[in-house]
């Protein structure tokens, strides 16, 4: 497509309970980037996959958070048992590839609030 | 931890004035990054700044890498509404091989009529 896609786009969950957050790359893109941004902060890293491995996952706040890429090209970010510190908006993003100076395109997010 | 500090953290303005944020950190960043970001959106790349003391131009908007690439700027000239949103600056480490980015703290600017 033309654009990052994220879907869905508002998600409200009961504590305790699991959500899968869907993320559709621009086409091509090697690089794929989950983010979270907290309510008026910046987003903070998450996890990163070039084509479908999961190279770096040192941002994911707990054993909790799981991000998948099978096939290289749609992610799946997975949280379990969500908790109220869960609510944020996700942010996936992907570029052409992982090296500098390239750009890189951010998808609308998904907006999570956990009650 | 490399930490980005933006100033300031709310910048309210009428139409027509000037304006400078700061972007600031202890950390030398290999190159870096401003987004523009709207409400229920994602960031949108406005810039990449690569080389120690490069200044880039974008109609009314300069922005200027430091020399020593710790600190950048945002100069937006003459601001009109639809300049409002949420500036942020990211940095790209120098090590690794994933070009995560370490987002600054964010200032929100409003410019009104």
């Known amino acids: 497509g033309a654009g990052v896609s994220q879907s869905p786009r508002y998600k409200v969950a009961k504590r305790g309970q699991d959500v899968a957050l869907r993320c559709d790359p621009i086409?091509?893109?090697?690089?794929l980037f989950w983010y979270q941004q907290a309510l008026g902060q910046g987003p903070e890293f998450l996890t990163y996959?070039?084509?479908?491995?999961?190279?770096?996952k040192s941002g994911l706040p707990s054993d909790r958070f799981f991000a998948e890429r099978p096939e290289g090209s749609v992610s799946t970010l997975k949280i379990q048992r969500t908790q109220q510190e869960d609510s944020a908006v996700y942010l996936c993003?992907?570029?052409?590839?992982?090296?500098?100076?390239?750009?890189?395109?951010f998808g609308s997010g998904t907006r999570l609030t956990v009650v | 931890t490399q930490l980005l500090e933006q100033s300031p953290q709310f910048l309210s303005i009428q139409e027509g004035e000037n304006l400078t944020v700061y972007c600031n950190s202890s950390?030398?960043?290999?190159?870096l990054q401003w987004y523009r970001q709207e409400p229920g959106e994602g960031p949108v790349l406005l810039v990449t700044?690569?080389?120690?003391?490069e200044v880039k131009k974008l109609k009314r908007l300069t922005f200027q890498f430091g020399d020593a690439r710790k600190d950048s700027s945002l100069h937006i000239t003459a601001a009109q509404p639809g300049d409002t949103g949420l500036y942020l600056c990211?940095?790209?480490?120098?090590?690794?091989?994933?070009?995560?980015?370490?987002f600054g703290t964010g200032t929100r600017l409003q410019v009104t009529l």
């Open positions: 993003a992907s570029s052409l590839a992982g090296w500098r100076p390239y750009g890189y395109t």
């Open positions: 086409s091509g893109h090697v690089s």
């Open positions: 996959f070039q084509n479908e491995a999961q190279l770096d």
């Open positions: 950390s030398v960043f290999s190159s």
């Open positions: 700044v690569v080389t120690g003391g």
């Open positions: 990211a940095g790209i480490g120098n090590t690794g091989t994933a070009s995560k980015l370490t």
